[in-house]
């Protein structure tokens, strides 16, 4: 069966402190992968998605990052982060065409 | 601009009545339509989904309805249980094989014993 994994499950960084963090997924070859962001008292906002190793899309222009250096694994950057980053934050798989699962999430806050 | 829209935040029902929760959306190109329920500080879980070809699909406690002509969703969960209180996000696929989901605001379903 597929699992996926994030990590940290929670994270308090400074303003203008870098980010990373991390998701990985088993148990299946070559999904799609998602990151999305749940900010306080709003829904989910797609942030990248990936169809492949070293491809990535963009959905809204911000601080952050993502790569995608293996097939299972997907990872969320920031140089420098904003109060605005705070929120909750989701990695998500899917195969092409089908429902996306999602991890258990990290909740980031930015003091 | 909002492609879907769930315009009840919350929603509070007696345990064993129906729950109803309604999703409109505005894109006529969404082709699949999915539900997914989200507990505090964990992530959203999959739980059913219509495709546009369809007009109701049913799995268990839940059925969802599609009306294409209107643009509108809805989830209902006969009979409610208090373990069904979570937050309930509808979903909408566009992009083909991309499979990239446009979500709604969500809806808090309490249940109430």
């Known amino acids: 069966s597929q699992t996926i994994h994030q990590w940290p499950a929670t994270l308090v960084q400074p303003v203008g402190s870098p980010l990373s963090l991390e998701c990985t997924v088993e148990g299946t070859s070559n999904p799609n992968l998602y990151w999305y962001r749940q900010a306080a008292g709003r829904g989910l906002q797609l942030l990248f998605y990936s169809v492949g190793i070293g491809q990535i899309s963009s959905e809204v222009p911000q601080n952050l990052s993502a790569s995608r250096p293996q097939d299972r694994q997907f990872i969320l950057s920031s140089k420098k982060l904003l109060l605005s980053d705070s929120g909750f934050y989701l990695c998500?798989?899917?195969?092409?065409?089908?429902?996306?699962?999602f991890g258990p999430g990290t909740r980031l806050t930015v003091t | 601009d909002q492609q879907v829209k769930q315009n009840s935040p919350s929603l509070s029902v007696q345990e064993g009545r129906i729950s109803i929760l309604n999703c409109d959306y505005t894109?006529?190109?969404?082709?699949?339509f999915l539900w997914y329920k989200k507990y505090p500080a964990e992530g959203p879980t999959f739980l059913i989904s219509?495709?546009?070809?369809?007009d109701k699909n049913e799995d268990g406690r839940f059925t969802v309805f599609l009306n294409k002509s209107a643009k509108h969703l809805s989830l209902h969960i006969v009979p409610s249980q208090p373990g069904d209180s979570a937050v309930y996000f509808c979903a909408a696929y566009y992009g083909g094989s991309q499979g990239n989901l446009i979500f709604g605001k969500g809806t808090k379903l309490s249940v109430k014993p």
């Open positions: 219509i495709s546009s070809i369809k």
């Open positions: 998500a798989w899917s195969r092409q065409g089908s429902e996306q699962y």
């Open positions: 894109n006529s190109m969404f082709d699949y």
